[in-house]
T-cell receptor, first 109, second 113 residues
Framework: GQQVQQSPASLVLQEGENAELQCNFS?????MQWFYQRPGGSLVSLFY???GTKQSGRLTSTTVIKERRSSLHISSSQTTDSGTYLC???????????FGAGTKLTVKP | AQTIHQWPVAEIKAVGSPLSLGCTIK??????LYWYWQATGGTLQQLFY??????VESVVQLNLSASRPKDDQFILSTEKLLLSHSGFYLC????????????FGPGTRLTVL
């Protein structure tokens, strides 16, 4: 079954609103990484966050292992935040990280 | 600083033709290397990983093969392309197996006609 589920699949915001993206996983977690995928396909690593909370500018990632979830919070969204956000989890004793299907974020001016 | 380079940037190939995609990592010795594939509109899937020269493990069967001829080089290839091979191919490296951050290359866009 689907081991990594991202929600929502798509999200439309007005500039200035906050966004909360979720990543839920069904197995024991060894690592969690969040990416922004550019329209051309290349990935920008946002956070490597296997547990706890990390912040970088307007972005905050929180991973709660026992609840099997990780979130990406974008505060005061900007039009340049538009794009696809991916989470990838790596299971214990497994060398094949699994990606979620992504959340497509659209921020309108 | 480590850099990861992929070639070519994009490729248009005919069904049945051979393919070779390359990936090179500079500035890091003995990295773990990975190939990923993403069909248009699809989810990224890991295809292969390698922890050392000459050793490659297959994760997903797509009628592709991978090799690691040098410590800093990872090659993805096939002798006969299928339409289903179209998509975006990403190479990545990490400093160690299991629970380590992955760093991705710029990718190769492959179109099979």
């Amino acid at each position: 079954g689907q081991q990594v589920q991202q929600s929502p699949a798509s999200l439309v915001l007005q500039e200035g609103e906050n966004a909360e993206l979720q990543c839920n996983f069904s197995t024991s977690l060894n690592s969690m990484q969040w990416f922004y995928q550019r329209p051309g396909g290349s990935l920008v690593s946002l956070f490597y966050n296997p547990s706890g909370t990390k912040q970088s500018g307007r972005l905050t990632s929180t991973t709660v292992i026992k609840e099997r979830r990780s979130s990406l919070h974008i505060s005061s969204s900007q039009t340049t935040d538009s794009g696809t956000y991916l989470c990838a989890m790596e299971r214990r004793n497994n060398n094949a990280p699994r990606f979620g299907a992504g959340t497509k974020l659209t921020v309108k001016p | 600083a480590q850099t990861i380079h992929q070639w070519p940037v994009a490729e248009i190939k005919a069904v049945g033709s051979p393919l070779s995609l390359g990936c090179t990592i500079k500035g890091k010795s003995s990295p773990n290397l990975y190939w990923y594939w993403q069909a248009t509109g699809g989810t990224l899937q890991q295809l292969f990983y390698s922890i050392t020269v000459g050793q490659v493990e297959s994760v997903v069967q797509l009628n592709l093969s991978a090799s690691r001829p040098k410590d800093d080089q990872f090659i993805l290839s096939t002798e006969k392309l299928l339409l289903s091979h179209s998509g975006f191919y990403l190479c990545a490296w990490s400093p160690g197996l299991g629970g380590r951050e992955q760093y991705f290359g710029p990718g190769t866009r492959l179109t099979v006609l």
